[in-house]
């Protein structure tokens, strides 16, 4: 399996909570992102957090727009219900995806709310 099918697997796993041991297989221990909605330095432990905050989200379909050894980008529609990690309502979100040693060691991600 690559690593976009399982990065869509893994997103399509939020309605009953996160798959933790999917996490860990696709996200590597030197993990170090960027919030742009905080402005802060992400590690792999914070996202988690993000994770466990994102439970019941609504995956409407993700697309992986390109994947090599080094890059993976998806589109990622979703809906996050109301007690989430993010403002009730539903997205697109675009991400790249920076690959080392077969999994996620950064990334940078924009999300547009799409119902308005």
Same mark, same amino acid.
Request: proline share 2%.
């Given at each position: 399996?690559?690593? =976009? #099918?399982?990065? &869509?697997?893994?997103? #399509?796993? *939020?309605?009953? =909570?996160?798959?933790?041991?999917?996490?860990?297989?696709?996200?590597?221990?030197? $993990?170090?992102? $960027?919030?742009?909605?905080? =402005?802060?330095?992400?590690?792999?432990?914070?996202?988690?957090? *993000? /994770?466990?905050?994102?439970?019941? &989200?609504?995956?409407?379909?993700?697309?992986?727009? $390109?994947?090599? #050894?080094?890059?993976?980008?998806?589109?990622?529609?979703?809906?996050?219900?109301?007690?989430?990690?993010?403002?009730?309502?539903? $997205?697109? &979100?675009?991400?790249?995806?920076?690959?080392?040693?077969?999994?996620?060691?950064?990334?940078?991600? =924009? /999300?547009?709310?799409? #119902?308005?």
């Amino acid at each position: 399996m690559s690593i =976009g #099918d399982a990065l &869509v697997r893994f997103l #399509d796993s *939020f309605i009953n =909570g996160y798959d933790e041991e999917l996490f860990d297989e696709l996200w590597h221990d030197e $993990y170090e992102g $960027y919030s742009n909605s905080t =402005g802060t330095p992400v590690k792999k432990a914070n996202l988690k957090s *993000f /994770m466990e905050a994102s439970i019941g &989200v609504v995956t409407h379909g993700t697309e992986i727009l $390109y994947e090599n #050894d080094e890059v993976l980008v998806a589109e990622w529609k979703c809906t996050f219900p109301k007690n989430s990690s993010r403002k009730e309502g539903s $997205y697109t &979100v675009l991400i790249w995806h920076k690959l080392k040693n077969g999994k996620i060691i950064s990334h940078r991600s =924009g /999300m547009t709310r799409t #119902d308005h």
